[in-house]
């Protein structure tokens, strides 16, 4: 056995990097927007970019957190290094969510998702019609995904 099929987890996986924001709008109201990407310069590597936005409404537990539930739009988009394949994906996501604050500048949050989204699959040149098909799809997201928050 080679010592790469021996050592799969130490192999390094594309750089994820993430930018979330919330502003409350009122003492019940926040909106929301986030950007998440993912990039990797080897060639048979994809690249991706989320885009979210989004508004909340949120019931306050005194100084120990918040609960809140909403709504975000979302569009995503995964390109290829070796090929001109593309997956575009536009959607809508009700969410409810968690936030325990630690400190006064200092949060633990969750949520969960019902990501509704729709996928255009596009493959340039493609003589097989289902390389560039569109569908249709329902599933969870954030299931089990803690986000630190810093206060300013």
């Not at 990797?40 to 991706?48: D, L, V």
């Not at 394949?85 to 949050?109: I, Q």
Request: hydrophobic share 40%.
């Amino acid at each position: 056995m080679s010592p790469a099929k021996a050592t799969p987890a130490l192999k390094h996986p594309a750089t994820i990097y993430v930018v979330y924001y919330k502003r409350l709008l009122t003492d019940l109201w926040a909106a929301r927007a986030g950007i998440d990407g993912q990039y990797s310069s080897a060639k048979n590597a994809e690249k991706k970019l989320n885009l979210g936005l989004g508004v909340e409404q949120q019931l306050r537990l005194a100084e120990l957190g918040v609960l809140y539930y909403g709504v975000e739009l979302s569009f995503a988009t995964t390109r290829f290094n070796n090929r001109k394949n593309r997956v575009d994906r536009y959607g809508a996501s009700p969410l409810v969510g968690a936030t325990v604050m630690l400190h006064r500048n200092f949060s633990v949050s969750t949520e969960v998702k019902l990501d509704v989204l729709y996928t255009l699959f596009r493959e340039p040149g493609a003589f097989d019609k289902a390389a560039n098909s569109e569908e249709w799809d329902v599933s969870l997201g954030g299931v089990g995904s803690f986000l630190l928050g810093v206060h300013f």
